[in-house]
């Protein structure tokens, strides 16, 4: 079977996701229970989605994990939008109003504006296994 990588739910608790060891992230409605997407990302044989969340504001998910990517897609559409890094992120966040995007990995921390995909900052030396923006971005 599959074993499931990283879950997570929205503050609203309406989608719920499953992030999973064979590079897809399964999407569930949790007012009916019932599957509302699935996204497949296309990765080697072994890569790994670690990590996945949720801009309700931007209508976006994010996965990263060892693909190499950080790939945003539209929760719409189930469409990739863009790839953001070539680097084995292990775990990524959206800010508040879902206009940035910030990633950790070894003891790198980037923060992307979603709209455009370009870096806005890189911080070097940051020991963290996470990353999240305050309530107010």
């Given amino acids: 079977g599959t074993r499931a990588a990283r879950s997570c739910s929205s503050t609203k608790a309406t989608p719920a996701s499953r ?18 997407g699935v996204f497949t990302c296309q990765y080697p044989e072994g890569r790994v989605v670690s990590t996945v969340a949720y801009s309700e504001k931007a209508k976006l998910a994010v996965t990263a994990g060892t693909h190499q990517h950080i790939c945003l897609w539209n929760l719409e559409t189930g469409q990739e939008v863009r790839k953001l890094a070539h680097s084995n992120y292990a775990q990524a966040s959206f800010s508040p109003d879902g206009k940035r995007l910030a990633g950790i990995f070894n003891e790198l921390l980037r923060v992307w504006d ?24």
């Fill in 114 to 137: 979603v709209e455009t995909g370009k870096v806005l900052f890189g911080i070097d030396g940051v020991k963290a296994f996470c990353v999240a923006f305050s309530p107010d971005g």
């Fill in 19 to 36: 992030a999973a060891y064979a590079g897809t992230m399964h999407l569930w409605d949790l007012n009916t229970g019932k599957k509302a």
